[in-house]
């Protein structure tokens, strides 16, 4: 065989795999959106109720606190760690909320953020300082808030009263008597998460991390100071999550939030995050948050499949994920 026949074979054969290797990015990349369009197109055929506004809101609503937990997720599983504790953070924020809101809605606000973001700073510092893997971190803080605020509370809701109108406003009030305040900060924490990881250095830092970590320490990136900034993130945006889901429900409650950061992890990894770090964004993130809520909101609307099966599937979704995406990698 002429070296001219074997270049012609080697291109030929090479073709396939290159085209292959295409579609598996696109459908690593976009695969979540295309299957929300499906899955809303179908939605709309069946269900006459599922296009209504009150509806569409509704499922907005009812995923902003676990889209903002989502986003922090998004920067931490970015740069290949994880963060377990955002669930027992998000009770604890709207504990404090609620023990400080008669001081007015400012400080309230403040005082729980700041709680949950020192906690995050915490689990940043012991990660990236002592160098103990981010799953023990981060589920020992899980155990610790949590049991911090059962503590605090006696294993009570901390009530609201109603005439903290402008602290109830957070979870329940409307923008022009149509877009729910909740679904406003969702937005905007995802417009500037979008701008932090695409404009900024720290952004840059964070995809270096994920991708390589070893080779980002080489580069002199300061990799401590990264890590410790995307935990910060993640425990401020389960404080404000927590904030929010207080103000909706009127009342601080301690056992709230427990699983939050396995829905979370969900719709990080649905929406094409890679666990391993370096490759995702937070607006294919925020697809994977619509495409869980939608989901589960056909369930409501179909009216006989239990609620105890929601948990079932979102399990499942995500386990056929990381198959896919392991595949799909592979195929890259």
């Keep these: 065989m002429s070296q001219a026949e074997a270049t012609t074979r080697d291109t030929t054969e090479a073709r396939p795999r290159t085209m292959a290797a295409k579609i598996g990015s696109v459908m690593q990349s976009q695969g979540a959106l295309v299957m929300l369009v499906v899955v809303c197109l179908m939605a709309t055929l069946r269900y006459e109720a599922f296009l209504t506004s009150e509806n569409l809101l509704n499922v907005l609503r009812q995923n902003s606190m676990v889209g903002l937990i989502a986003l922090g997720m998004t920067f931490v599983i970015l740069t290949g760690g994880i963060d377990l504790s955002v669930g027992s953070l998000l009770a604890l924020a709207g504990v404090v909320a609620a023990y400080l809101v008669p001081y007015g809605v400012f400080v309230a606000v403040l005082g729980a953020v700041a709680a949950t973001t020192l906690l995050g700073l915490v689990n940043g510092v012991i990660i990236a300082k002592a160098k103990i893997p981010p799953f023990i971190v981060t589920?020992?803080?899980?155990?610790?808030?949590?049991?911090?605020?059962?503590?605090?509370?006696?294993?009570?809701?901390?009530?609201?009263?109603?005439?903290?109108?402008?602290?109830?406003?957070?979870?329940?009030?409307?923008?022009?008597?149509?877009?729910?305040?909740?679904?406003?900060?969702?937005?905007?924490?995802?417009?500037?998460?979008?701008?932090?990881?695409?404009?900024?250095?720290?952004?840059?830092?964070?995809?270096?991390?994920?991708?390589?970590?070893?080779?980002?320490?080489?580069?002199?990136?300061?990799?401590?100071?990264?890590?410790?900034?995307?935990?910060?993130?993640?425990?401020?945006?389960?404080?404000?999550?927590?904030?929010?889901?207080?103000?909706?429900?009127?009342?601080?409650?301690?056992?709230?939030?427990?699983?939050?950061?396995?829905?979370?992890?969900?719709?990080?990894?649905?929406?094409?995050?890679?666990?391993?770090?370096?490759?995702?964004?937070?607006?294919?993130?925020?697809?994977?948050?619509?495409?869980?809520?939608?989901?589960?909101?056909?369930?409501?609307?179909?009216?006989?499949?239990?609620?105890?099966?929601q948990p079932v599937l979102r399990g499942v979704i995500l386990l056929v994920v990381v198959v896919i995406q392991n595949r799909l990698t592979k195929l890259k």
């Excluded at 605090?152 to 877009?179: H, M, N, P, Q």
């Excluded at 250095?201 to 995307?230: K, M, P």
């Excluded at 409650?253 to 427990?258: I, M, R, T």
């Design 139 to 309: 589920l020992g803080m899980m155990i610790a808030a949590r049991g911090l605020v059962l503590a605090i509370t006696d294993e009570k809701s901390v009530r609201i009263e109603r005439t903290f109108a402008d602290f109830i406003y957070w979870g329940r009030g409307l923008i022009g008597d149509f877009l729910p305040v909740p679904v406003l900060i969702l937005l905007l924490a995802f417009a500037v998460g979008w701008v932090v990881l695409n404009y900024t250095r720290f952004g840059r830092h964070v995809y270096a991390l994920g991708d390589n970590d070893e080779a980002a320490r080489l580069l002199g990136l300061n990799i401590s100071r990264t890590t410790i900034g995307v935990y910060a993130i993640s425990g401020a945006l389960a404080g404000l999550a927590g904030v929010i889901l207080a103000a909706r429900l009127g009342a601080g409650n301690s056992v709230e939030g427990a699983g939050v950061e396995l829905g979370a992890i969900a719709a990080v990894v649905v929406g094409g995050t890679l666990l391993t770090g370096g490759q995702g964004n937070v607006l294919s993130t925020l697809v994977g948050v619509l495409l869980l809520g939608v989901i589960f909101n056909l369930f409501n609307l179909e009216g006989q499949i239990s609620p105890w099966w």
